[in-house]
């Protein structure tokens, strides 16, 4: 496994008088996909957005690139390259899918000044972004929603990736879409932090894998070595893969 990129320690969150993580251990190696699996209310998504500096973590420490950003706040967050897909896509539905993008590239005043070169290689990945371009967003389907929503995270350079569920809902072959898009980007040295509920996407993707349960990570290692044993699959998830 690859030096980690990211690094959460001994992490505790509380929402109101709600005490939701319970000291989360997680590492993203540099590189890889990770997984981050669970049932529902395991505290996956509360995991993102204490990452991202949208609800603060109470205790521990969070490490990008060995530099503590614990306390780092969502824009100073993206701007060390980090970039976050939540699971409602947050879609700007008046705007069209041009202006969607433009938002996210910060180094643009205008669509004009985009990178044609990097657009160009999202075109390629997410076809349905080009075709679209002059469209409000709103009107688009569920999927192509939420390849915008991956397009627009990614139209700069970034180092890491964090995804919620981005097959909610998808179609088979919308899905196999974006499972070819996300091993693109890992081609390019992108690291990317996935929540996924499909298994066929996570066993498509998955370098390492950790399980949630109850607020902690009760399982981490090897994506392989998970789908390999059925009974450990039951005992972390209640299923088999």
Request: proline share 4%.
């Given at each position: 496994?690859?030096?980690?990129?990211?690094?959460?320690?001994?992490?505790?969150?509380?929402?109101?008088?709600?005490?939701?993580?319970?000291?989360?251990?997680?590492?993203?190696?540099?590189?890889?996909?990770?997984?981050?699996?669970?049932?529902?209310?395991?505290?996956?998504?509360?995991?993102?957005?204490?990452?991202?500096?949208?609800?603060?973590?109470?205790?521990?420490?969070?490490?990008?690139?060995?530099?503590?950003?614990?306390?780092?706040?969502?824009?100073?967050?993206?701007?060390?390259?980090?970039?976050?897909?939540?699971?409602?896509?947050?879609?700007?539905?008046?705007?069209?899918?041009?202006?969607?993008?433009?938002?996210?590239?910060?180094?643009?005043?205008?669509?004009?000044?985009?990178?044609?070169?990097?657009?160009?290689?999202i075109f390629e990945l997410f076809p349905a972004v080009e075709k679209f371009w002059r469209h409000p967003a709103g009107k688009l389907s569920g999927g192509q929603k939420q390849m915008l929503a991956v397009a627009r995270?990614?139209?700069?350079?970034?180092?890491?990736?964090?995804?919620?569920?981005?097959?909610?809902?998808?179609?088979?072959?919308?899905?196999?879409?974006?499972?070819?898009?996300?091993?693109?980007?890992?081609?390019?040295?992108?690291?990317?932090?996935?929540?996924?509920?499909?298994?066929?996407?996570?066993?498509?993707?998955?370098?390492?894998?950790?399980?949630?349960?109850?607020?902690?990570?009760?399982?981490?290692?090897?994506?392989?070595?998970?789908?390999?044993?059925?009974?450990?699959?039951?005992?972390?998830?209640?299923?088999?893969?």
């Amino acid at each position: 496994m690859s030096r980690p990129l990211l690094q959460l320690q001994g992490v505790h969150t509380h929402i109101g008088v709600y005490h939701i993580l319970h000291g989360v251990d997680l590492q993203v190696p540099e590189g890889q996909v990770t997984l981050l699996l669970g049932r529902n209310g395991a505290g996956k998504t509360t995991t993102l957005r204490t990452l991202m500096g949208l609800w603060p973590a109470s205790q521990g420490q969070l490490l990008f690139d060995g530099e503590d950003i614990t306390q780092a706040d969502t824009p100073s967050l993206a701007q060390r390259g980090i970039a976050y897909v939540p699971e409602t896509m947050g879609i700007f539905s008046d705007l069209t899918v041009e202006e969607n993008m433009l938002l996210a590239a910060r180094q643009a005043q205008r669509a004009a000044q985009m990178d044609r070169q990097r657009l160009a290689w999202i075109f390629e990945l997410f076809p349905a972004v080009e075709k679209f371009w002059r469209h409000p967003a709103g009107k688009l389907s569920g999927g192509q929603k939420q390849m915008l929503a991956v397009a627009r995270a990614i139209v700069e350079p970034r180092r890491l990736l964090v995804v919620d569920e981005p097959s909610k809902g998808l179609a088979p072959a919308i899905i196999d879409n974006m499972i070819e898009a996300f091993l693109k980007l890992k081609a390019t040295g992108v690291t990317v932090l996935l929540v996924e509920q499909n298994l066929h996407m996570a066993q498509s993707l998955g370098d390492q894998v950790a399980v949630m349960d109850d607020g902690r990570v009760v399982h981490s290692g090897r994506m392989a070595d998970l789908s390999a044993d059925e009974g450990l699959q039951r005992r972390l998830l209640g299923l088999a893969l």
